[in-house]
């Protein structure tokens, strides 16, 4: 039972744009926050972006302006749409999802209070 999988990682040229994508099974999806982290070999994983349950959004300010986190509850789908891709973004991206909120709860930008994970996708920018 795969609860989270992301697509759409590849290679790509630096100021170009990429799309990822993260299907859920989890249900009901609307009652989980659902945010996107990265990592990259020697480091540890950093917070990217995350959507609560009423659509609020938080990004990490190295991304801000650049990236865009969306949700589709019908289809049960979050998907991190990035553009103007810098060589720093280079790193396996994580879908995660957590469990527990009410609609007024903070956004949670620590990978400790997330509950699931999918495997990640590779993004690889080209410079």
């Known amino acids: 039972q795969v609860q989270l999988q992301e697509s759409g990682g590849g290679l790509v040229q630096a100021g170009g744009s990429l799309r990822l994508s993260c299907a859920a099974s989890?249900?009901?999806?609307?009652?989980?926050?659902m945010g996107w982290f990265r990592q990259t070999p020697g480091k540890e994983r950093e917070f990217v972006a995350v959507?609560?349950?009423?659509?609020?959004?938080t990004y990490t300010n190295s991304v801000k302006g650049r990236f865009t986190v969306t949700r589709d509850n019908d289809k049960r789908t979050v998907s991190l749409q990035m553009n103007d891709l810098k060589s720093e973004d280079t790193a396996i991206y994580y879908c995660?999802?957590?469990?527990?909120?009410?609609?007024?709860?903070?956004?949670?930008?620590?990978?400790?209070?997330?509950?699931?994970w999918g495997q990640g996708t590779q993004v690889t920018i080209s410079t």
């Open positions: 989890l249900r009901p999806f609307n009652r989980y926050m």
């Open positions: 995660a999802a957590k469990s527990g909120t009410i609609l007024t709860s903070p956004l949670s930008t620590r990978s400790e209070e997330y509950n699931h």
């Open positions: 959507i609560g349950r009423n659509g609020g959004t």
